[in-house]
């Protein structure tokens, strides 16, 4: 069997999918410029097994993470939960300085929340441990798309694989592919989008009711102020790894949520 490694694979993505760096987020999710369309996908080719070389552990000890699941009674692109409970749902899109990843990870679970983390495909392949990380502090883990890239606007063949490479490296990394699948660069998923989703494995589309705008840099109080202007019981509410401000306002979001007598939970207990 040949090992794989991190160098392996990010010399792989580089040659043949460009690789989307930490600074591409700076745009956020509803803008930027689309990446060329890779080489089409065979949408009957299977996700590989989980791949013990890869994330380190041996295959006889590695925890299989939850896998999607389908909520009766929720719309095909959820934008909230319950409004009767007094819980909210935190998504962190993955990209983006890991260190920054680790801090907003650890300040959550010191305060007993727990996040929803939409991670992209190239992140993944250039910091593998940050998966396992996500998993074992009790937070949920999704399919962001591979290379962060305007899912929406993409060839049906293309956007297919820009899904299923990130499911590919989610489940090589954790035996699942993913709790959540959620569009780059857009807030709600095309029909194309959401019927390839869906084929891949997804039941849901995960969208948003709260934008937080951390993306645009205006500021950790601004942040914190956005946020908790639109809150409400079972909002589920958009942010991003790889800002400085984000991990400035987190504390001061998690206190005033408290205060107000609203959990934040995974999006996953959210629904359940």
């Known amino acids: ?14 040659a043949g999918a460009g690789l989307v760096t930490g600074g591409a987020l700076a745009a956020g999710c509803g803008s930027g410029q689309a990446a060329p369309a890779t080489t089409p ?13 890869v994330s380190g552990r041996p295959a006889a000890t590695a925890r299989t993470a939850p896998a999607p699941r389908a909520y009766p009674g929720q719309p095909a692109q959820i ?5 009767t409970r007094p819980q909210v749902a ?8 890991p260190a920054l990843a680790h801090s907003l ?42 290379r962060h890239v305007s899912v929406n ?20 990394l954790t035996g699942s592919i993913g709790t959540w699948f959620r569009p780059s ?13 869906r084929a891949a494995g997804y039941p849901h589309v995960l969208s948003y009711d709260v934008d937080s705008l951390d993306y645009t840099r205006p500021g950790a109080a601004a942040v914190t102020r956005k946020v908790l202007a639109d809150v409400t019981n079972g909002s589920v509410v958009s942010l991003h790894f790889g800002y400085p401000d984000t991990v400035a306002a987190l504390p001061d979001v998690l206190h005033e949520l408290d205060r107000r007598g609203l959990r934040a939970v995974t999006t996953t207990e959210l629904l359940s």
Not at 41 to 53: C, F, G, I, R, Y
Not at 90 to 97: E, M, N, P, V, Y
Not at 153 to 172: F, G, N, P, V
């Open 153 to 172: 606007a993409m060839s049906q063949a293309s956007a297919r694989k820009e899904i299923t490479d990130c499911a590919d490296r989610l489940r090589r």
């Open 105 to 146: 990870l650890s300040t959550a679970e010191k305060r007993g929340a727990r996040l929803t983390v939409l991670a992209v495909g190239t992140w993944l392949d250039e910091h593998p441990d940050v998966a396992r990380r996500i998993l074992d502090g009790g937070h949920d883990l999704g399919n962001h798309t591979q």
């Open 79 to 83: 934008t909230h939960g319950p409004r």
């Open 41 to 53: 996908a065979d949408a009957s080719t299977p996700l590989s097994p989980p791949d013990a070389s």
């Open 185 to 197: 660069r857009a807030p709600t998923a095309s029909p194309l989008v959401a019927g390839l989703a």
């Open 1 to 14: 069997m040949v090992r794989v490694t991190t160098t392996n694979r990010r010399e792989v993505l580089r």
């Open 90 to 97: 935190l998504t962190f899109h993955g990209q983006g300085d």
